[in-house]
């Protein structure tokens, strides 16, 4: 299977400066996009999204499903950003702490030595992680809750949708736009099975 990211899709602030660990990288960043889209959207659905993409033209669910799309469903709003640039903040994070990347004028580099000097890079990599979790989906309100049953669970997608209380607009997250993409046409993104993610801190908490 084709990658959706390459190592060209990190640019700007998140660039990874190229240099002679490209392959090391270029592995990562495969091992990184299937654990993330398994866990967005379980091994059955990944697996046909992923088919799909390879075997070019793919139907347009699977592109707005990649690259982002705006749905209208009951007067309510999702503009989803895709899938590929949820993931772009997610490997660089796995990369980073990975392959003891630091900060520089010229991008994300590799220390080379083990007792180097390592400009201190935690806060930068879990900005990067919460930006991918930010479309990904996550709620506080869940994570501190005692009550995990299924009820709570099924609810999970309401404390993101408080904006549609004011100017009917949901957060665009991965989770809002599947949910309510299956709910306009059913099954649309037939099999979908969700793993809960919650932001990070410098500290890995």
Known sequence: MSNILSITDFDGYRALAQNDKIELIETFLSQSEKKYLTDLLGAQLYTEFKAALDAGSPAQKWVDLRDGATIVHDDNTIIFAGVKEMLIGFTYYDISRRLNIFLSSVGALVEETANGSKASNAIFEAEKYNEGIEIYGY?????????????????????????????SKINGTAYNFIKYSNEA???????????YKFPTNFLGL
């Open 185 to 195: 046409i059913a099954e649309t993104y037939e099999n979908w099975i969700f793993t």
């Open 139 to 167: 709620d506080w309100a869940l994570y501190f809750c005692e009550d995990q049953s299924e009820n709570k669970l099924n609810n999970y997608h309401i404390y993101f949708s408080q904006k549609s209380l004011v100017n």
